[in-house]
Each structure stands twice: as C-alpha cells, then as structure tokens.
C-alpha cells in the first residue's frame, strides 16, 4: 500500500532543527518546503492500487530522493547513503536526524514500478506543470536543438568476448543446446580461451571455431519450443555470429571483416548501446541524449534518448511535437537534412538551421547549387546551358553532352559526364543553403543556438557523462530524472517560488 508522509513534527525533525542551514535559492531548500505541492500522494497513487500490505515509503520522500540523485549523479547506494547522513538530504525530505532513510534497492523498486506504468515520466511532468504553470516559457518562440554522445554502462566487447559469452548464454538457458557437442572452446569456463593472440593463423582457427560452435548451437535449436528470454539469447548468438565475420578462403572457415557495421551491437550484456564517431579520430560506445532547450531561459522542453548511432534529425523532430507552431528552430547541420527540414516545415515552424557544405565533384569546381532544377517541368540546366529531363527516380544525366563541353574540367572526372541526383525534398535543401549562406538567421544563430550546449554542459557534468543502467528505456527513465532535476534548479534561479496555490516565478 502507499506510504503517507506525517505532516507533524517528530521531536529531532530534520526541517524543524535544520533548516537554517540549508541554503535559500538551492534544490534542497526548495524541495523542503514545497516537496509535497511538488509531489502529491495523488501523483503516484496508481502504483499502489491496493491498500493492503505494509506501507512504502511515502511519494515525497522517494521522488524527492530521486531528483537528489539525478542532480548530484549518485548511484543508488550513494543517494541511499546520502539520505541517511546528509543533513541536506533529510532536511529536504522531511525525515527525521536519526531516520535511517531506505535500503538502496528501495530506488530500483520504485524505478521498475514507474517504467511499468501507463506514466512513466510523471516526475519529469510534474516539472514541466510548474514550467506551464509560471508561465516562464510564454511568447518564447525559440527552439534549438542539439544532441550528446554518452558512454555506457558496460565494457565494450571484442568479437571472441561477443561470440562466448553469447554461446554461454544459450547454453546456459536452453537445456537442448547444452547438449550440442561443443569445441572451440570450454564454454562453463570463465574467462577468454586460450590462444596465441599475437598469430594471425591461431587467431583465425580461433574464431572459425567460435563461429562453427555458434552454428551448431543455433542448428541444434531447430524445433525447440523457446520462450521469450531463451528465444531473445538465440537471436542475439545469430547476430553476433554474423556481424563481425565473413566466409574464409577454405570452406567451413570464417575469418573477421574489415571496418565496423554501421548498427553493430557492442556487447552481449547492453545490446541496445552502439558504436558512434565524434569525428575521424575520436569515437565512444554507448548512447545520443537528444535535448530541445528554450535559449533564452535554458529550460528543456524535451528529451530524449537514443542508441548511439541514431540520426539526430528524426528524433529532433520528434521532440518539437505537441508545440504550437510558428517556432524558430534552432540547430547545427546534423539537423539540415532535407527529410528534417521538410517536417519542421509541415509543422509549421520556421527553420534556422545551418547547411550541410556542398562537396563539389572537381575541387573547386561546380555543385549542385550551379544547377538550375525546374521541378515542375522536371528538367535540369548546367552551367554550360545543356538542358536535361529528371527521370522518374530523380537522376538529371548529362552523358554525351559532357564530352565537348568547354566546362568539363570544373564540373566531372567522371568518363561518362556528370549525372545530378535531385532528391524529393530538394527544394528544403536549395532554401536551406541560400538562408545560410546570405545570413538570414545568423545574427539569432550566434546569439541563441549556444544555449543548447550550455545545456549541454550542465547535463553531463561530474560523473553524467555515463550513463547508470542498461538498455535505452532503462537510461531514457534517467535522462527524463536528470533533464527534471535540471529544470528544477533553473526554475530556483529563475525565481521560482509558490504564492498560495500557485507557482510564479518572484
């Protein structure tokens, strides 16, 4: 059943003793005084149904344990710890000097139950009431989106790491595939196999054992009725048995492929975090924290998370959804894509995005802006004046034309002339580029878009920079916790205060 806070005073009352040490302005102070207007009983009702049972702990009490934890980044035994000897902590929960606050799987529980309910995100929300209810955020009409690279909870995995602990794990569950005759490798083993790491041949003999061993497993499956958990371990050993290899030169070997797969799964204990380059020489494994920020005041509207490899436009279009439209929309050129621009402008917004460059076939020489693309006639003119028709799937084929062509030098290398591929959202993009490149928007671009990434900064800040749990609904419940709490101390600073029952900003 749930838990009621006791709104009287017990006689060493954290708040009635304390509170004078606890800074005005600051999230624990706030969350003293207004916890329960913040996070009423009724807000978490629906997770405690019956009235049976020992009671839990009381809904202030926890969320506001939780915001703590997400703002300070403190795994769940340090905000367990934190609630029993901070000073701070208990004054801003109500509790007693001598409480001993709740056991650190307390927070676990209470995760598990609100990701399980038909409003996962009701902390967040609560925030944003009292975002809506100041009305902080009125006749802004600003948006700038941006996104952030975090580093997972796991170790990354190589390949043989991959392939073993998946095998293992099959075996583990599905007692038909224990029973398929292994040998590679000691797979009740612990630990690496055993191999000459440094010789290419020992390596290679290696891994076509691994994936040999894989095979038989997943074939000695064939028939067997699998549930839920057993059949997502049979997948994933499919997966991780195909991603990385390729057939070798004598049949029934295999050998490692070059590169890396563009969705490539990292690691058999996370297979949602993903492999992602920040640029040519620095990469990270893990997860993309998309955020929209209204500049002028640094509140996030919106949040979301993804795997890291996930592109930023779709999912920045997503987090403008619900908005009124007529927004200014605010973002680098990983969000000028014509797809994206084309959304922003069917919702109705008005986009300040910067261009993605043009890379001219020839240094130097002719892009695609040198073209002139009529798009109701579907033709296509060149800089030399040949003029072409678009065919159906978007092709403008100069061919033969190019061949005399006095401009051939600055335009192609190609031995069959120069060929333009018009995409459906072109027009977005032709647009995009002119806005950019005569500074449409340029004096509101310098002058908002860097709140984004003081945003930014405030959210991976200390030990934010990794994430806590496994898997992308687990860690998007914490970037929403994170995003609130952060909302929260803006709000603080901003003035945030109650008058009765209403928030207002002072």
Known sequence: MQGKSDSGCELLDAMAL???????G????????????????????????????????????????????ALEGLSDREAASALRVNIAWKVAAGLALDDGGIHYSVLTYWRSR???????????????QVVAATGVLKGRRRRALDSTLLDDAVATQDTVTQLVSAIRRVRRLVPQ??????????????GKPVCAWDDPDAKTALISGLVNDARAVIEGLGGVRLDTEQADAAGLLALVAGQDVEPGDEEGTWRIVRGVAADRVISTVDAEA????????EYRDGYKAHLAVEPETGIITRCALTPANAADGPTGVELLAGEEPGLQVLADSAYGSGETRFAIRQAKHRPAIKAIPLRPAVPGGFDRDDF???????????PAGHIVAVTL????????????CPLRGRCTTAKDGRTIKIGPHDPDLVEGR?????????????????????????????????VRYRGVEANNAWLGLRVAALNLRRLINLGLSRDGPTWILT
Not at 33 to 58: C, W, Y
């Open 18 to 24: 304390c509170r004078h040490l606890v800074a005005e």
């Open 177 to 190: 595939a224990a029973k398929v005759e292994v040998a590679a490798h000691d797979y009740d083993a612990s």
């Open 114 to 128: 609100l990701r399980r309910s038909e409003r996962p995100e009701r902390i967040f929300d609560a925030v944003r």
């Open 393 to 404: 799937k978007g092709n403008a084929v100069f061919g033969a034309r190019c061949g005399p």
């Open 434 to 466: 002119r806005a950019w490149r005569h500074g449409d928007f340029a004096e509101d671009y310098r002058r908002w878009r860097p709140m984004v990434e003081r945003s930014i900064a405030w959210l991976v800040t200390g030990p934010n920079r990794r």
């Open 274 to 281: 993903r492999h992602m380059h920040k640029s040519r020489s």
């Open 26 to 69: 600051s999230v624990h102070g706030f969350l003293a005084d207004h916890r329960r207007e913040l996070f009423p009983d009724e807000l978490f009702e629906d997770l405690f149904a019956s009235g049976l049972g020992r009671p839990s702990v009381p809904a202030d009490v926890i969320a506001t344990t939780m915001v703590l934890q």
């Open 372 to 382: 002139i693309i009529d798009h109701d006639a579907r033709t296509a003119t060149c």
